[in-house]
């Protein structure tokens, strides 16, 4: 059985930053593009950012460019998610994903796996 556990979340002022962490089991990690995606009241799952299997290859949205940091660990099947610079904006349910093909996609459909998320509230 596959699980994606997310933990890291919380509160945070403007400027600050945060560290969230997804820790995978029930699959060949190493196998799996991984990826953060977000949702916030009232929006749509949106994509954050991805690392392929390997970590050779790493993909932002423009809205966190330059301020978010996407890595992986293949020894302790984890992937996280640092935070710098946090805005309001940035606030959300923030899930972790799993893609099969092990590109580490940016459309939520093609992933296979979903956390159960873990909530970011930055305050201003």
């Known amino acids: 059985q596959v699980q994606l556990v997310e933990s890291g979340g919380g509160l945070v002022q403007a400027g600050g930053s945060l560290r969230i962490s997804c820790a995978a089991s029930g699959l060949t990690f190493s196998r799996y593009g991984m990826g953060w995606f977000r949702q916030a009241p009232g929006k749509e799952r949106e994509f954050v950012a991805a690392?392929?299997?390997?970590?050779?290859?790493?993909d932002y949205a423009d809205s966190v460019k330059g301020r978010f940091t996407i890595s992986r660990d293949n020894v302790e099947n984890t992937v996280n998610l640092q935070m710098n610079s946090l805005k309001p904006e940035d606030t959300a349910v923030y899930y972790c994903a799993a893609d099969r093909t092990g590109d580490g996609r940016t459309r939520y459909v093609e992933y296979d796996y979903w956390g159960q998320g873990t909530q970011v509230t930055v305050s201003s």
């Open positions: 690392i392929s299997w390997g970590g050779a290859r790493t």
